[in-house]
């Protein structure tokens, strides 16, 4: 082998992997930079042509605009509270449930796991008009439970903790149990512990679900102090003209929170997703 | 032995007393408490979709055979199945049908396709790999809602960035929102970028679980790159393709913010996907039964079509 000649080689591949590597980045986050550079800019800057790519300079009017026209810290506050509840809720509902068909013994746990795979099929749009009904008459409307209950248990997420929760020698439970450990406390003390990748993939999915959620909290929020940040953002459309400088600025409010959860908790989410999409 | 901890409600036998006496009639007490004790785990996730997906999936078929009353006079009078009647000779519904499997075609294997490049590249091993990861995952935190927004500043005739490429590319403006045959891609491009950050993870851990063993035999074969990725990569990677490809489909057939962002289901219906349609039937119109039986309808279309999945795809993926 003569070693200048594959070292070449290896180079000229790393050049073209990493020429591919950065145009595809690039070119996904075209979307994202463009608006973040919109949002620094001035209105005569934006109807400008050809349009600018890079603002002047930065020019946080626009941030002002927006914060000063709608409550977004509001709609954050919202969209926060809504989102971890829902995050935590299914984090229980799923691990009880996990631990109940992954661990335990019963007649009935083929039928029931099946019954809950069949939520997976039923679409959301057949259980819309009823849930609403339900919601109304319940008194829910512009009220956190309503934006809340419908989603405290989740099947994807008990079938991905099931998953992990296989992996956990059965043995370790038949030991537990003849020195008297009682079930809950060896799911609490001994299976939620090692489960920790698996939770926190399920509590990331969880909670950029619901903060992303539009039909529901557009359907049950009427007042302006209830709606979340998605239904929120869509009120800067209905002006007369768009001035995109500030939708943008508003675009950018709303997504920094779940692009500081993404860049923390993204390892940890391929991770957790890999134990459950993959291991069937 | 007793219980140490409060879920006693029940009173757990230990397994080695019940083991100690293996009488029938124990043994089935013990099983008859392991159920109950079972089901009380299961309780709060049965409750919550006995309320919000079980019941409402039996309110919407009750609800579909009944006529609204759009005057709110309280009379709704029972018409069988003569709704689905209406809806499926319908042209509109019809027409909203085919534009909801156009759109289907359009951002499923489109999607999961770019997602599968993205994978493949994301999981070579080079230096600065966890930096472009985090980039090609990052769709996945910018809501459909917000995404929606940054493209209609992208797709906009006026000032919009996208034609401003394509006239210095030589090609003509397209009238992205108001052009029928544009509108419904210029829907399915958007939810094809919003949707690449979860079919990316998922790929991409497929991908990471392929063992390496494998690689390496086929290398010590002679085999190449091409073949090393059609007779390893692609079968093993099967599986998690079929899981994305489900995922995908049943995301695509719910695909709400974006039309009602972009189009609000025009222009001349041209985006009008049946979700769009039973939101304005049910909750603008009034006419709750009969957005009821679109509604059925759809489920069971989704329905059919996962099952066609299943048996036709499935027996080709290979489990490992």
Redesign the interface.
């Known amino acids: 082998m003569s070693e200048p000649q594959t070292f070449g080689r290896r180079a000229f591949q790393?050049t073209i992997?990493?020429a591919?590597?950065i145009a595809?980045?690039l070119f996904?986050?075209f979307?994202?930079l463009?608006?973040l550079a919109?949002s620094f800019m001035t209105a005569d800057e934006?109807?400008v042509?050809?349009?600018k790519?890079l603002p002047d300079g930065l020019n946080l009017t626009s941030y002002e605009t927006v914060l000063s026209r709608l409550p977004i810290p509001r709609y954050l506050f919202n969209s926060l509270l809504i989102s971890t509840t829902v995050m935590i809720g299914q984090l229980?509902?799923?691990s009880?449930?996990a631990?109940?068909f992954a661990i335990?013994?019963?007649?009935?746990?083929g039928l029931?796991f099946g019954?809950?795979l069949s939520?997976?099929?039923?679409?959301?749009?057949?259980?819309?008009?009823?849930?609403?009904?339900?919601i109304q008459a319940w008194g829910w409307t512009d009220n956190y439970l309503g934006l809340i209950?419908?989603f405290?248990?989740?099947?994807f997420g008990?079938f991905m903790l099931r998953q992990f929760f296989l992996t956990i020698p059965q043995e370790l439970h038949?030991a537990a149990?003849?020195d008297?450990?009682?079930?809950?406390?060896y799911l609490v003390q001994i299976v939620l512990p090692l489960s920790r990748p698996a939770l926190g993939t399920l509590a990331i999915y969880g909670f950029?679900q619901t903060?992303?959620q539009?039909?529901w909290p557009?359907?049950v929020t009427n007042q302006k102090e209830m709606r979340t940040i998605?239904?929120g953002?869509?009120y800067?459309?209905n002006e007369e003209t768009?001035s995109?400088n500030n939708?943008?600025a508003?675009?950018i409010l709303?997504?920094i929170p779940?692009?500081v959860?993404?860049?923390v908790g993204?390892?940890q989410?391929?991770?957790g997703?890999?134990a459950g999409?993959?291991?069937? | 032995?007793?219980?140490?901890?409060?879920?006693?409600l029940v009173g757990?036998q230990?397994?080695?007393r019940a083991m100690a006496r293996p009488h029938a009639s124990s043994a089935r007490a013990r099983?008859r408490r392991?159920?109950a004790?079972?089901?009380l785990?299961?309780l709060?996730?049965?409750?919550?979709?006995g309320?919000?997906?079980?019941?409402?999936?039996f309110?919407?078929i009750y609800?579909s055979l009944f006529a609204s009353d759009p005057f709110g006079l309280g009379r709704t009078p029972f018409v069988g199945l003569r709704q689905y009647e209406i809806a499926l000779k319908s042209q509109s519904y019809r027409d909203g049908l085919g534009v909801t499997v156009l759109y289907t075609l359009y951002t499923v294997p489109l999607g999961i396709l770019i997602a599968l490049?993205?994978a493949v590249?994301?999981n070579?091993r080079?230096r600065g790999?966890?930096f472009?990861?985090?980039?090609?995952?990052?769709?996945?935190?910018?809501?459909?809602?917000?995404?929606s927004?940054?493209?209609?500043?992208?797709y906009?005739s006026r000032?919009g960035?996208l034609n401003?490429f394509l006239n210095t590319l030589g090609l003509p403006s397209v009238e992205w929102l108001t052009e029928p045959r544009a509108a419904l891609w210029a829907v399915a491009i958007l939810s094809i970028?919003a949707g690449?950050g979860f079919n990316f993870?998922?790929l991409?851990?497929?991908l990471?679980?392929i063992p390496e063993e494998l690689y390496e035999s086929a290398r010590i074969d002679g085999a190449n790159n091409a073949r090393i990725f059609r007779s390893i990569t692609l079968p093993m990677l099967m599986?998690?393709l079929f899981?994305v490809l489900i995922v995908s489909t049943?995301n695509a057939?719910?695909s709400?913010?974006q039309i009602?962002?972009l189009t609000k289901g025009g222009p001349a219906n041209a985006t009008n996907v049946?979700?769009y349609s039973?939101?304005r039937e049910?909750?603008f119109n009034f006419q709750?039964g009969y957005?009821?039986a679109q509604?059925?309808i759809?489920?069971v279309i989704?329905?059919i079509l996962?099952a066609i999945q299943f048996l036709v795809i499935e027996r080709r993926v290979h489990?490992a």
Not at chain 1, 152 to 155: L, R, S
Not at chain 1, 180 to 185: H, I, K, Y
Not at chain 2, 1 to 8: K, P, Q, V
Request: proline share 5%; charged share 10%; aromatic share 14%.
């Open positions: 790393l992997i990493y591919l590597l595809t980045a996904l986050l979307p994202l463009y608006g919109i934006i109807t042509y050809p349009p790519f229980v509902t799923a009880l449930a631990y109940a335990r013994r019963f007649r009935g746990r029931i019954l809950f939520t997976l099929m039923i679409p959301w749009e057949v259980t819309l008009i009823p849930n609403f009904q339900t209950a419908p405290v248990a989740t099947a008990t038949d149990t003849i008297g450990c009682g079930s809950l406390r950029l903060w992303n539009f039909l557009l359907l998605q239904i953002l869509n800067l459309l768009i995109f939708t943008m508003g675009v709303a997504i779940t692009m959860l993404l860049i993204q390892r989410l391929v991770r997703l890999t999409a993959v291991k069937g | 032995m007793r219980l140490a901890n409060g879920e006693g757990e230990s397994a080695t099983s392991e159920t004790i079972s089901l785990y299961l709060p996730s049965l409750i919550v979709f309320v919000f997906i079980f019941y409402p999936l309110k919407s609800l490049g993205l590249l994301a070579l080079v790999i966890g472009f990861r985090t980039v090609y995952a990052l769709p996945i935190g910018v809501s459909v809602g917000a995404a927004i940054v493209f209609l500043l992208l906009n000032a960035v401003y970028w690449i993870i998922v991409l851990s497929g990471q679980g599986p998690t899981f049943i057939f719910q709400f913010a009602h962002i049946v979700v039973i939101y049910a909750f709750t957005a009821s509604a059925v759809l489920f989704i329905l996962t489990y």
